[in-house]
């Protein structure tokens, strides 16, 4: 067993008991302090010092005294901020690059979206293309009074743990070091941003914000030209060794099908992906083949179908369902089958909450303010 | 997100830092308390500190001086106890009960096995067949001075994440609750045990003990008349929403091949089984097949053949990887695939390691001992 064993100091406590309260505001919505230390198990002077300096960093606020009617001092209720900080996300694909700036509740703030081909494009173009984007993004960001604290970019491609994306097949590009690519793309200091997948980290945003927010696994589709997936298993991404699980796409479907870019003959890309062009049917059928082979070897609670899958709606995610469930084992005990819920901007929503995590897990990473500042 | 997060509490800490000594011990073995200190960052008058109450509770001892040849006051090493606590492993398959008891360090000290066809018997002789070996293994073990403090039952079927045996086809049993199967044992009070899946507990040994010790993600493959799998990711099992991850034998390879007993066609488990009688090409070749899905989907660091694949040797191993490899995503960035450690007793030792893992996340699940205890 490979041990990450680790033991505690103060200063981790402190740290976590920070993470443990601005954690339930970010999930659960608004609460007073007194509902923060029953639910946390922490003692309400405890939870008071916690919120001031959370207030310090400017990571929650305090919501204006709810209506008259109770009788005493009205409770004040505490917020996850969407004033100050935020992620910024950026995304290259096939046919556009963007920018989008997002607050820690969830909502996308700012966002620039142009379209371009980059498969015809010199790599340097299409980061000159991005570069434009993201400063707009980010200037957006600033003239709101909101700090990005850090982010993602979004690449349809394999990104191996280290953060180096492998191969991008559509964009003709391979081996480039993450920092390598960023540094180019002239961001502030103090912006720190890593490479990811597409699809993992559109499962990462519905995983916080959308239709996996209530779930502990759950495999996100993530379809277009190709198809990709992202495992959310006890609420986390798996990345796998070599940061390529989830290739859902090139799991085989029908061994003596058509040809597969990847070398292999029948993978689901080639039945399901856009450009199979396949009816509703075939598509639903082959997905389903793939998807009985996800059931049988980590059983998730749901799939969510997202990318263009998602625009199919309930009726198409039913009929999937119920092809799924023609599976004898997994017709005892059915896996859902349901749409996901943050549309095409998924990923782009995943790339910039790789930071809120980062600060929510880490609360001390934003520095606490100033006077001044705090009075402004 | 589901949300996990809990505040930590004093004895929280000082739990953890007792779990973090006696883990470091139990993964890799006997070493100073300066070197434990070293190793874990924590102070040596904490580590001493901690020491002693391990000790205290028999799940380490201090090793006799080492030899002379240096200067100075030689240093004694410490080393998780063989001596004190053990874990109870009890298995039912189809032909055989056994019961095994295993130390902190992963030796089998007792093994009681008794062939006998559990397909044709009726539940209630089953299980007096498995409280007998299991009453003779307890009092093996007492004999040596050994305490069993839980484990598992190994079974050849379905465990929901309740502990609940949901279906068990080639013992006939359906839908019985753990509690109430583990009553009729008949096991002394306060040895608690629950019920897993047989694949599960072989892959769970083979992570503490065996091949995957120095894994963080592996699949292990249990081969028999079914074939099962266990999934290990991040250093932990992964058991499925219903509990039915890891049915590998279940994945399709060929859609057009025999009926399973499962309901579909061309099951992994139809080509591969023991009852299939196939070549041992055509097992390499439908393994591979079964396993490129696994690789797509989760990307594990490697692959373990157990249970009667395990018998077949390196070659054999080799053989599934050139395979596996022709799929032209995992050739570049290759799986590797080898014989799991452990043999047939793997989900016996991963039974009794159940009780093991749990004292190592809690040493103080066992009592401190008496000072008459102490000097005996």
New interface residues.
Partial sequence: ????????GIGD?RR??L??VL??LV??GPRSRAALAQR???TKATVSALVADLLDRGLVEELATPPAGRVGRPAIDVAASAGHVAGLGLAVDVDHVAAGVVDLTGRVRVLHRRPSDNRAARLGTVLDRLRRVAARALGDAEAEGMACVGGALSLPGLVDPAGTL?VAPNLGWTAIAGDDLVARLGLPAGIAVTLDNEANLAARAE??FGA??????FVHVSAGVGIG?G?V????L???????????G???V??TGRPCA???RGCLETIAGSAADASSDAVAAALA??L???V??????AILLGGSLAGRGDDFAAAVGDRLQG???S???P?DVRPARLGPDAALIGAASVALDAVVADPTLVPRRSPADRTA
Same sequence: chains 1, 2.
């Fill in positions: 067993m490979t041990g990450a064993r680790q033991p505690l406590v976590h008991h993470s443990v954690g339930e999930d659960r946390t198990g922490l492998l995983l916080r996996g927010r209530d779930l502990s696994s997936a495992v298993l006890d609420g986390r798996v990345r796998g060794a070599h940061g390529f699980a989830g290739e859902l090139h799991v085989v029908d061994r990847c070398g292999s083949a793939a009985r082979s996800v049988q070897i980590i059983d998730p609670q599976a004898a084992l017709a005892r005990w896996c």
